[in-house]
Each structure stands twice: as structure tokens, then as C-alpha cells.
């Protein structure tokens, strides 16, 4: 979310978060484009982390399903 606030020219933004010390977290501070530092890594929390499915058929406009929240 935040990149994408980036992309579209909002100010200063930061990352207040916890995440867990694992792939899903590391990732996330990998792929973050802004101020991490607000950012809490916790070797006892997992790093959640969610998928938006499309659906895609022949003939028609694709369309988003349901957030798929997962927990590692």
C-alpha cells in the first residue's frame, strides 16, 4: 500500500509496522520503497501476508475475487 501511495505523489511516508524475522518479512522490507525504519522485525511473530486472485475468461473484462489473507 504504501508504494502505491508513493507512486501517486503523496509526501513523507513511513513504515510503522511489526513483522516477524522470517522470508515473508524480509521480502517485505526488501520490496519497500520507503521509510523502513519505523519497521519492528520480531523473531516470535510471523509475517502475514495476503493475495488478491483474478479471474480471467474468454469474452469478458477480468475481475478481482477475494483477498486471500495467509500466515506462514
Sequence with gaps: MLNNLRAFGVGRLSRISVIGDDGAGYDSL???EV????GLVRPDR???TSTKPML???GEA???LNR???KN
Aim: glycine share 6%; net charge negative; proline share 5%.
Design 62 to 64: 477480468s475481475r478481482e
Design 56 to 58: 480471467l475468461q474468454p
Design 46 to 48: 510471523m509475517t502475514s
Design 30 to 32: 526488501r520490496n519497500c
Design 68 to 70: 486471500l489473507d495467509i
Design 35 to 38: 521509510e523502513t525504519a519505523g
